[in-house]
């Protein structure tokens, strides 16, 4: 059972303390009341002396605190009566409106909304059955990840300590149902709540915009469920080694993360589209490459992101030169300082004889300030810009910058390609180390397979539970080659429109398999393609009779001999 089912929930318990008091003075003056009225003598019809039964007293006492002009049972009353009905009256509309006052303040009181917001999110977690992603920070990225996962059915869980972000989580529009819990997230108890630990819980993403929290969030994560993976955004350097010592699978940098992207495009141009394609839910092969000019460049700003700029355009013989007020002392000796807003600045900087700009300042309207500058002393400039918030994006694209970037974006691709595609990261790591040839050779490849349609990639495990009817082929002494998989389930003489980007097995992983490679049970293989293949791969190694059809070309509807393998274990 998880520790999340054993969470108390005192919601009630601080309704009923709060209104102890309103509910004793109203109890009270019931009883007061009722007991007058057994005491006071009555006269009935005949002229005999009578008093109320408790029976009665307490029937008309209790219609005569919210109600009035009601008559008098069971005879009319003498004056001692009226005038105790009449006191009772007032005492009980008084006792009701403080316990009714008192109620309303303790359902506004903070305290007990808190309450009953985690006992609402407590319930929507513990009542989810399906694999579900946890996200910490309901930022730029935070948000992108919630609605490409909920648009693809994966459930998420959102905590975040801004109430506006929870808020909108709601008027987000996001496909399913998401919970969201209003809390900070370094609490471990506010993770328990959010499913840290529950047994559908995917994994974990700590995408605040603090390092440190991230870190706290990471460590939590690693001790109440070591058994899950754990995704972290960070900005600074130092924090990297902390967090991968506690175990953190991926650690996410966004400035450095753009940086080698961009230094990556000009090196190899083509693997740019190719990223763009793979990663990009919409995307496809056919978009032109990205041309950047690799002669000189001027950054603007060298904080984290201007950083991490210079240091990659350097690694690939990028001549550049930084403007900035302050700088750092490992900026170097390619350094301008100055105002970037100044044109004398940017002219002796050498703006006007530069190839690109990257413009990194944290204010935004600055950023598109400078950009103008740029522009103005060098009509012709590549431009790059940086982005901070995500409610600006109208002013960037009217703009229109050769690129402008935002780190919730990059971050947002990042993890969705790493939950995704899991293979993706190594397939794209091991690209890095080819040239522009070889990425064109694959572009193309992936142009004439899939043409303008959207591109996916995804990875097939070639186990008992992903691949049953292949996993029996295997063992029973088949071979079964990566060609044999790409033949179509209904004419194998017709290809799978699907192709192989890596073969990950125990020896170490090869890029671009043939299609002679023979397949060994425990192998992995990626694939790109459009959706439909996916789906007929999926048939080949999950129908015994189509993997009999696509090996020997056998119709039949007879027991396959693999059959008599087990399908799992």
Same mark, same amino acid.
């Given at each position: ?15 009923? &303390? ?20 057994? +005491? ?73 909304? &808190? ?89 974990? +993403? ?54 080698? &992207? ?16 793979? $990663? ?68 002796? !900087? ?73 293979? +993706? ?22 142009? $004439?397979?899939?043409?303008? #349609?959207?591109?996916? !990639? ?35 003489? *017709? ?34 393609? &459009? ?15 189509? *993997? ?6 056998? #119709? ?14």
């Amino acid at each position: 059972m998880s520790r999340l089912a054993r969470r108390p929930q005192p919601g009630i318990f601080l309704l009923l &303390r709060r209104l102890r008091l309103p509910l004793i003075v109203l109890i009270s003056v019931y009883a007061v009341a009722i007991f007058g009225f057994t +005491l006071l003598p009555g006269v009935d019809p005949e002229g005999n002396d009578w008093k109320m039964s408790f029976f009665h007293a307490f029937y008309f006492v209790s219609f005569v605190g919210p109600t009035i002009g009601l008559g008098e049972i069971p005879y009319p009353f003498s004056d001692a009566q009226r005038l105790w009905a009449a006191i009772s009256m007032y005492c009980t509309v008084v006792a009701w409106l403080y316990a009714i006052g008192a109620l309303l303040s303790t359902i506004q009181d903070p305290l007990f909304r &808190r309450i009953m917001h985690e006992n609402r999110v407590g319930r929507a977690v513990r009542r989810l059955r399906e694999p579900f992603v946890l996200i910490c920070g309901y930022g730029d990225a935070g948000t992108l990840i919630a609605r490409e996962l909920t648009e693809e059915g994966i459930a998420v869980v959102v905590i975040d300590r801004k109430f506006e972000r929870v808020e909108s989580v709601e008027i987000d529009e996001l496909s399913m149902e998401v919970p969201a819990l209003h809390a900070d997230a370094v609490h471990p108890g506010s993770l328990l709540l959010a499913g840290i630990d529950h047994p559908q819980c995917l994994c974990t +993403l700590a995408l605040t915009e603090d390092d440190a929290v991230n870190l706290t969030v990471a460590l939590n994560a690693k001790l109440l469920a070591p058994e899950h993976e754990v995704i972290c955004e960070v900005h600074h350097h130092e924090h990297h080694a902390a967090m991968a010592r506690i175990g953190v699978e991926h650690i996410i940098n966004p400035y450095d993360t753009f940086a080698e &992207r961009l230094a990556l495009t000009m090196r190899i141009p083509s693997l740019h589209v190719i990223y763009e394609a793979l $990663t990009t839910q919409a995307g496809n092969a056919m978009a032109p490459a990205l041309i950047i000019p690799k002669g000189r460049w001027v950054v603007c700003g060298y904080g984290r992101f201007g950083r991490s700029i210079c240091r990659h355009l350097s690694n690939i013989g990028v001549e550049v030169m930084v403007i900035d007020d302050n700088p750092a002392p490992d900026a170097g000796a390619h350094v301008i300082r100055g105002n970037a807003m100044d044109a004398e600045v940017m002219r002796k !900087a050498g703006i006007e004889q530069a190839d690109g700009v990257v413009v990194a300042s944290a204010n935004d309207t600055l950023c598109l300030a400078i950009a103008s500058l740029a522009h103005e002393l060098n009509p012709g400039i590549f431009t790059v810009v940086r982005q901070n918030e995500r409610r600006n994006t109208p002013m960037f694209r009217a703009f229109d910058a050769d690129i402008s970037t935002l780190a919730g974006y990059v971050v947002a691709a990042e993890v969705l390609r790493i939950i995704r595609a899991p293979q +993706l990261s190594y397939f794209l790591r091991l690209a890095r180390l080819e040239d522009e040839q070889w990425a064109h050779a694959l572009l193309e490849r992936m142009r $004439t397979c899939n043409g303008k #349609e959207t591109v996916e !990639a995804w990875s097939l495990s070639i186990d008992a539970r992903n691949s049953p009817s292949l996993v029996g082929a295997l063992r029973s002494g088949r071979r079964v080659t990566v060609g044999d998989l790409l033949r179509a389930p209904d004419n194998r003489d *017709l290809p799978v429109k699907a192709v192989p980007l890596l073969l990950q097995h125990a020896e170490g992983k090869q890029l671009l398999p043939d299609p002679s490679q023979e397949l060994r049970e425990g192998e992995q293989l990626l694939f790109c393609g &459009r959706m439909v293949a996916r789906g007929r791969l999926y048939r080949t190694v999950h129908d015994d009779q189509v *993997l009999a059809y696509v090996l020997d070309g056998i #119709e039949t509807r007879r027991r396959v001999p693999w059959l008599a393998l087990p399908r799992s274990g």
